[in-house]
T-cell receptor
Framework: ETGVTQSPTHLIKTRGQQVTLRCSSQSGHNTVSWYQQALGQGPQFIFQ???????GRGNFPPRFSGLQFPNYSSELNVNALELDDSALYLCASSRTPDGYYGYTFGSGTRLTVV | SQQGEEDPQALSIQEGENATMNCSYK?????LQWYRQNSGRGLVHLILIRSNEREKHSGRLRVTLDTSKKSSSLLITASRAADTASYFCATDFPGTYKYIFGTGTRLKVLA
């Protein structure tokens, strides 16, 4: 079975621009969660999508938005980028929203905002 | 805000020794998970322990949970150089599907 694939792996954007990050979930998983990880910190929960609906959100502003598609792949969109948005963005898929069987993480997208 | 906090922040041991890292959290939980992360890339799920369980084993890993103290520990026995990584605990908020990660323990196993 294929794991979680994220694209792109690295990205450099200018402050104020918009960015879209993509994630293909593992086969058999219907839930996708997105996390932001700043250098030297633990991942911070952004939001979760289950069957194409947002299923929970962390303390992130509305300029962070997402989508989940019928094949359970997902996108994370960030508008009006700020320097503090520079981080590793991780996507994780799971069989159930509560992550009881664990989350399968992708390798992440390293976003640098200059 | 951080729910979980790992201790120690960094740990350096010799190959073959045991490594113990601890996690403390603030509110009640349903589940607690441990993850490993190599070199700032994706996280690998190690083990999940439910609030009604006290101990779980998986290969060289042993996890304990003490809900009265709101703490968990991860023991890696007979460590190997390949165990060098950052280890995170993640706790859920009951009623939500949000998992909160701690700041991690950086483990270095010297060959």
């Amino acid at each position: 079975e294929t794991g979680v694939t994220q694209s792109p792996t690295h990205l450099i954007k200018t402050r104020g621009q918009q960015v879209t990050l993509r994630c293909s979930s593992q086969s058999g998983h219907n839930t996708v969660s997105w996390y932001q990880q700043a250098l030297g910190q633990g991942p911070q929960f952004i939001f979760q999508y289950y069957r194409e609906e947002e299923n929970g959100r962390g303390n992130f502003p509305p300029r962070f938005s997402g989508l989940q598609f019928p094949n359970y792949s997902s996108e994370l969109n960030v508008n009006a980028l700020e320097l503090d948005d520079s981080a590793l963005y991780l996507c994780a898929s799971s069989r159930t929203p509560d992550g009881y069987y664990g989350y399968t993480f992708g390798s992440g997208t390293r976003l640098t905002v200059v | 805000s951080q729910q979980g906090e790992e201790d120690p922040q960094a740990l350096s041991i010799q190959e073959g020794e045991n490594a113990t890292m601890n996690c403390s959290y603030k509110t009640s939980i349903n589940n607690l998970q441990w993850y490993r992360q190599n070199s700032g890339r994706g996280l690998v799920h190690l083990i999940l322990i439910r609030s009604n369980e006290r101990e779980k084993h998986s290969g060289r890993l042993r996890v304990t949970l003490d809900t009265s103290k709101k703490s968990s520990s991860l023991l890696i026995t007979a460590s190997r150089a390949a165990d060098t990584a950052s280890y995170f605990c993640a706790t859920d908020f009951p009623g939500t599907y949000k998992y909160i990660f701690g700041t991690g323990t950086r483990l270095k196993v010297l060959a």
